[in-house]
């Protein structure tokens, strides 16, 4: 908890109790929720939370790096913990179990900045992976014993 702190605040921003709430959130349940999941979560703790605040903080969250964004079938977006400390903060993508929803993380990449493919200088990408975790893959296997 204390480096998703670190990273809000190194980017400048205020650690809120509703972006504290958040983190503990998504720290808890390591799965990717939806701004409604949130929503309903922080409606618990806070009187007043309409659905714009929480895409604000849960895109905050985003851009300072203590989440990602999750794009799933017909374009539904959830948002996930990144798993990666910050001292280790490097370039890296995400996994996440199409069963469970765990995340887990990838190193590998084999693009860069500034490479040239079919014509095109890159400037960024997002790459997301999907997959089935072993905890999945083992119940699969137990269910048809």
């Known amino acids: 908890m204390n480096e998703a702190y670190t990273l809000i605040r190194g980017a400048g921003l205020k650690l809120t109790p509703r972006r504290?709430?958040?983190v503990a959130l998504f720290l808890q349940t390591q799965k990717p929720l939806s701004p409604l999941e949130v929503q309903d979560h922080l409606k618990l703790h806070f009187r007043q939370c309409g659905l714009p605040g929480v895409y604000r903080n849960l895109e905050t969250l985003a851009d300072c790096g203590v989440l990602f964004r999750v794009v799933g079938f017909a374009r539904?977006?959830?948002y996930a913990l990144c798993c990666r400390p910050v001292q280790e903060h490097h370039h890296h993508h995400h996994i996440i179990c199409s069963s469970c929803g765990k995340v887990g993380q990838v190193d590998q990449c084999g693009y860069h900045v500034g490479m040239m493919i079919e014509g095109f200088r890159l400037v960024s990408h997002v790459v997301?992976?999907?997959g089935i975790c072993d905890s999945c893959v083992s119940k699969e296997k137990e269910g048809f014993s």
Request: no cysteine; hydrophobic share 20%; charged share 45%.
């Open 20 to 22: 504290r709430e958040m």
């Open 76 to 78: 539904e977006r959830s």
């Open 128 to 130: 997301q992976l999907s």
